[in-house]
C-alpha cells in the first residue's frame, strides 16, 4: 500500500509540473480563503440510497427557500446575519420534508467551524482546513454529504454546465477572493478542468495518519 501511495505522488509531481499548476504554497493560504467563504453542507442519516435521496429532497426544498435571501447578499456578514436569522425557518423545512417522506429522524442545523478534507465543486477545489459551514445534519448524520459554498452564492450555479457554470462560479469567486486566493482554489488550466490540485497533501495526511 505504501508503495502504490508512493508511486501515486511521483505521479503527481510529474504531472503538476507538465500543467505549470500554481503552487499551494504561493502567498495566499487556506485560513485567508476560509475566512471568506460559507459552505453548506447537508449530511445524510446514512448511506443507504433512501437516507441518500431524502437527503437530496432536502438541500432542494431549503435552497428554494434560502436561495432568494441569499442571492443579493453583498458580503459575508449579511449572509451569516440571514442564516442565523432564518435558521428556525430551515429546520422547519427539513422536518416537513423528512416526515413528508414518512421518516423521524432528528433534525440538527449549526453555523459553525468545522475541519473538512479537500473538496470540489465544479472548477473550485477548496484546500483541507477549518471552514465556516452551514450544517444540516439528518439523524445520526454518519452519511456522505453534500456540499456547496454559500457564500459567494455558488450553490445556485449548475456545475453540470461545463464552462458555463465555471464563468459563472469564477466570477463570484472573484467578487471575494483575491487574485493569489482565486488561484490557489482554480482547479482549471486554459479552461480544461484538473484534479490534482491539494492531492499530495490529500495523500500525505492518509499516509501518515
Known amino acids: 500500500m505504501k508503495n502504490f501511495i508512493l ?3 511521483a505521479i503527481i509531481i510529474i504531472v503538476s509540473i507538465g500543467l505549470n499548476i500554481t503552487n499551494v504554497s504561493g502567498k495566499a493560504s487556506q485560513s485567508d480563503i476560509a475566512g471568506k467563504l460559507i459552505r453548506f453542507h447537508v449530511i445524510a442519516n446514512s448511506d443507504d440510497k433512501i437516507d441518500q435521496n431524502l437527503k437530496l429532497k432536502v438541500r432542494d426544498s431549503v435552497l428554494k427557500y434560502i ?3 441569499l442571492k443579493e447578499c453583498k458580503n459575508i456578514k449579511e449572509s451569516r446575519e440571514i ?3 432564518e435558521n428556525k425557518n430551515i429546520k422547519k423545512i427539513a422536518q416537513t420534508i423528512i416526515k413528508r417522506n414518512g421518516f423521524r429522524y432528528s433534525v ?3 453555523l459553525s467551524q468545522e475541519n473538512f478534507p479537500v473538496k470540489t465543486y465544479g472548477n473550485i477545489t477548496l484546500p483541507q482546513g477549518k471552514y465556516e459551514a452551514y450544517r444540516i445534519i439528518i439523524g445520526t448524520g454518519t452519511g456522505q454529504n453534500w456540499w456547496c459554498v454559500m457564500f459567494p452564492p ?3 450555479v449548475d456545475i453540470t454546465k461545463g464552462n458555463v457554470s465555471y464563468q459563472k462560479t469564477e466570477k463570484e469567486m472573484k467578487t ?5 486566493e482565486y488561484n490557489m482554489v482554480d482547479n482549471t488550466v486554459n ?3 484538473i484534479v490534482v490540485k491539494f492531492k499530495l497533501e490529500e495523500i500525505f495526511n492518509e499516509l501518515f495518519s
Open 154 to 156: 455558488l450553490c445556485f
Open 67 to 69: 436561495s432568494p435571501k
Open 176 to 180: 471575494v477572493l483575491s487574485d493569489d
Open 108 to 110: 440538527a442545523t449549526t
Open 7 to 9: 508511486t501515486s505522488i
Open 191 to 193: 479552461g480544461k478542468k
Open 83 to 85: 442564516l442565523n436569522t
